[in-house]
């Protein structure tokens, strides 16, 4: 289908959520995944069917298995132009846009000062948790410790007390950064900086809500727009609480 997910990235997909697969003669046609937060809310991703069994019914059989599992939880997703009518169909309703940044960046990045941003460590955990809180209005500390655990964690901070986050791991092509959180622009760019000055000329993957405007200077530094996917929920949304906000995701599949 073209996704540039590795074994590895499915590995922690799965580790974090659960799923089902369709098979039809021995062969694996059709993948959903979902990933719980708390009892109240869930992302879900990684919906694809093959090309050659399209058009079957086969997408709408892994979506309702899906959210007969998830029972009640309020679900969040972005879908491709193709799955968009399956989801709207199932009451899903658009909140958003994705914007899918990707590239190799133009110049070499230097990091923010280590009095602004500066290693994440273990005892940031609660603050990382509770920052990540306010931007999503998800309870989700399953992901943050995985993440910690594969990926390296940036904090932002002023007056000695986190005020944002990001994370940089191995995903797909190269590196992906995200989650970002911060409780503005600027900050959000700082933390992108931190993330990429030991990167170098690697390949580099950002997926940014449209309504952040972190896009045009993402473009600016060489990490083109390649792509857009619909964010849709079904169910009632819990509202951010903030100052943090969400400027980049874990990645497009699971938020």
Known sequence: MGWPYRLEDWEV????GEGFALESGGNVIGTAMWWPYGQTHASAGMIIVAKAAQ????????????????????????STDEGFALYERRGFV????IQQHQGVPTQQHQAPPSSLVRTMTPSDAEAVAGLDREATGWTRPQTLRKLAQIAKGHVL???GAPRGYAFCRLFGRGHVIGPVVAENLDDARALIEAALAPLG????????AASTHLGPWLE??????VGEA??????????????????????????
Request: charged residues 10%; positive net charge.
């Open 94 to 97: 658009t909140v958003g846009t």
């Open 220 to 225: 600016s530094i060489g990490l083109a727009q």
């Open 13 to 16: 997909a799965l580790d974090l």
């Open 230 to 255: 619909t964010t849709m929920v079904l169910g009632p949304q819990t509202p951010a609480t903030g100052p943090a906000r969400m400027f980049a995701l874990a990645n497009q599949s699971f938020n």
């Open 201 to 208: 000329s690697t390949f580099v993957r950002i997926d940014t």
């Open 157 to 159: 901070q002023r007056g």
């Open 55 to 78: 058009g079957r019914g086969h997408g709408a059989l892994l979506m309702d298995a899906l959210l007969a599992a998830a029972q009640s939880r309020t679900i969040t997703l972005n």
